[in-house]
């Protein structure tokens, strides 16, 4: 059973696919890949929650010149404060800390005395606490812990204005596989969506130091047709014209699920 302190610092190196290049243009022979769970937890959570994150020193700054990837740059660093609490971000201008990976991916990664934060364009954060917040009560503890946690690190409304909370669809005790380790899944109140509507639940994983949080977002077309198919009635052609022929499934599955390229290459180390 490996301690939440090692999960949190635990690397991988993989040589990127022969397509990958880095921002502004040049190849790239190596990515580095960082992973803040062990391996048999990662097998336990959704895959948003369990990718891997692009090491810092594979990452590069915005490339000057790049306007779309500017103006994506700027939007992430405008959002940062919407989703994080302001006593885990840098003081500052927020878009310094935003860096580019290989593949073209706009990432905020900043480091505080409370945390090191890294968010993705999809709103996936990975929070790794300087000191971990001490656990007890045993799975019961280790759920409240999560929903604390989540409190504690996200600015975004985990509640409606009436106060009905977000309710939990699906939670896994994993204190077994690591210390203090939980994984859930919340749903918004009903009747809304998180961050403004765009994401329909909430996944989160904690452990005292390593909080990870994905969203899954709302896909009205994939979510109509699966009603029709659930009520027994066959998919109607027009539906999935509308559909772009499983073009929002694929999208979704794609925007799941990014191409790190194909690993031929593995070590353990320290980021």
């Known amino acids: 059973m490996a301690g939440a302190g090692a999960a949190a610092g635990k690397a991988a190196a993989a040589a990127a696919s022969p397509g990958a ?8 022979a190596e990515v580095r890949f960082v992973e803040y769970v062990d391996p048999d937890v990662r097998r336990a959570l959704t895959p948003r929650l369990a990718r891997p994150w692009v090491a810092e020193e594979s990452l590069r700054p915005v490339p000057p010149g790049d306007r779309a990837l500017w103006a994506r740059a700027r939007a992430l660093a405008d959002a940062v404060p919407a989703l ?26 900043a480091s505080t005395a409370a945390a090191k934060v890294r968010v993705a364009e999809d709103f996936a954060a990975a929070i790794v606490r300087r000191r971990p917040v001490p656990i007890e009560g045993g799975a019961v503890g280790r759920g409240a812990a999560l929903r604390q946690g989540l409190r504690a690190a996200l600015a ?10 977000m309710s939990l669809r699906k939670s896994v005790d ?38 990870l949080v994905a969203f899954e977002p709302i896909v009205y077309v994939a979510r109509a047709l699966g009603a029709i198919e659930g009520a027994g009635a066959a998919r109607p052609a027009e539906a999935a014209s509308e559909a772009g022929g499983g073009a929002s499934e694929a999208a979704a599955a794609a925007y799941a699920h990014p191409k790190w390229g194909a690993p031929e290459t593995v070590r353990k180390g320290v980021s």
């Open 84 to 109: 994080l609490r302001a006593e885990l971000l840098p003081e500052g201008d927020l878009l310094a800390h935003v860096r580019v990976d290989p593949f073209g991916r706009a990432q905020f990664v």
């Open 156 to 165: 975004i409304p985990l509640a409606s204005a009436d106060r009905k909370p």
């Open 174 to 211: 994993l204190g077994d596989l690591e210390r203090d380790a939980v994984f859930a899944i919340f749903d918004p109140p009903y009747g809304q969506g998180f961050v403004g509507g765009r994401f329909e639940s909430l996944q989160a994983f904690g452990n005292g130091k390593v909080l």
């Open 21 to 28: 290049r880095e921002a502004g243009g040049r190849a790239s």
